[in-house]
């Protein structure tokens, strides 16, 4: 017995050793070159809001990029998940700003701003359509060859729901329903403005568990639980991500795409928390309050800073650290189907351009994620 035990402890750390080598060399590999374009909110937003404003920003100011002693318009103590990707794409900087003057987007360029929507006009900001009408007015800087072959990151509709919520707290089921749909249907909408110029190569991300947000937590007084009527909102609006991408990869010819279970991915994180070395999954690093999680950043709210930022999953509010920023970049360059499908970044960018799909995202099967390969890799990828 005590052989057989000591022969799977081996057996068990040499697969984890296998999946942790492949998972940091993969990045390596010899990959076409190509940009990444992101759109969106605040999540990666690289520096846009401050271009669009006069207003002084908490995000351009300490402690936000303490961890690289660099403020530079992120929502993070560091870099965010799009500068992660870059880097294992084998683009030398990080994705700029769009809106910067004389900005190097030859390998792409952000369009996120910070407090998008994918509905309405958003003050100092611009919703998911005028980021891709901007694009679209940029689009000659780029070779008409080399947009089909690059990848268009999006990731947006959180401030939609949470704005939605607020303002319609009883709304019913039909209600919600009817919301959703809009919300679902103007991202497509606005996806297809991007495919017609010739992009082909599309990541979506789902939302992530908004009610258990801790600005959400803390606003809405939960205590320990998440408010669960922004989750319900979450869940409608990601059941219907995927068959939505199944259709245009249908429709269209050439289009390519991959959906990033991002609710999940989180999820993970804050219930096996201790598997990915996070102390603290329930407040932010940074702000004040109940949840630690209003005001980092501002100067009139004499917000409190962690010790320790890397044991926190949210640096602020509503946004993750830049440990689990590049735990996610990791999950999208490289994960099985289990975290990203139809197939993962990596296989996305050398997926051959005007190609149709061979595989589509299916409806994902229930699973014991009790032992989770990705979790024990990432555990010890980002320390």
């Keep these: 017995m005590a052989t057989n035990s000591s022969l799977a402890s081996v ?17 390596g590999q010899n990959l076409p070159q190509v940009a990444l374009f992101t759109f969106g909110d605040s999540n990666f937003d690289a520096g846009n809001r401050k271009f669009m404003t006069s207003v002084s920003l908490p995000q351009n100011f300490w402690p936000y990029g303490k961890s ?25 900087h990080d994705i700029p700003p769009a809106l910067k003057p004389g900005a190097d987007i030859s390998r792409g360029a952000s369009f996120a701003v910070d407090s998008a929507t994918k509905l309405g006009t958003p003050k100092d900001s611009l919703n998911l359509n005028q980021q891709v009408r901007r694009f679209n007015q940029m689009i000659s800087s780029w070779t008409e060859d080399y ?31 009817s919301f959703v749909d809009s919300v679902t249907t103007q991202l497509k909408y606005n996806i297809e403005l991007l495919y017609s110029p010739g992009a082909s190569k599309f990541i979506v991300y789902t939302l992530p568990p908004l009610g258990c947000l801790p600005i959400v937590r803390q606003e809405f007084n939960t205590c320990n639980d998440c408010y669960e009527k922004l989750n319900n909102l979450a869940k409608l609006h990601n059941a219907k991500i995927g068959p939505m991408m199944n259709d245009l990869a249908t429709s269209k010819p050439g289009f390519q795409f991959t959906v990033f279970d991002f609710y999940n991915a989180v999820l993970r994180r804050r219930q096996r928390n201790l598997n990915y070395r996070f102390s603290f999954t329930n407040i932010s690093c940074c702000a004040i309050g109940t949840h630690n999680a209003y005001g980092c950043g501002s100067p009139n709210a004499h917000s409190k800073l962690c010790e320790y930022q890397r044991s926190y999953l949210y640096f602020d509010g509503r946004h993750h650290s830049e440990k689990a920023q590049e735990s996610f970049a990791h999950l999208l360059f490289g994960a099985d189907p289990n975290v990203i499908q139809p197939m993962n970044t990596r296989e996305l960018i050398t997926h051959s351009v005007n190609a149709n799909m061979s595989e589509f995202w299916k409806e994902p099967v229930e699973k014991n994620l009790l032992f989770d390969h990705h979790s024990v890799v990432n555990a010890r990828a980002f320390m």
């Design 11 to 27: 057996l068990g750390v040499l697969f984890v050793f296998t999946l942790f080598h492949n998972l940091i060399t993969v990045a």
């Design 68 to 92: 690289r002693d660099d403020p530079s318009g992120k929502f993070s103590d560091g870099k965010i998940v799009p500068d992660f990707l870059a880097k294992f794409m084998g683009i030398s």
């Design 147 to 177: 947009i089909p072959k690059s990848v268009f990151m999006i990731f947006v509709g959180m401030e939609d729901y949470l704005s939605f919520i607020r303002n319609n707290p009883t709304a019913d089921g039909s209600a919600q329903k």
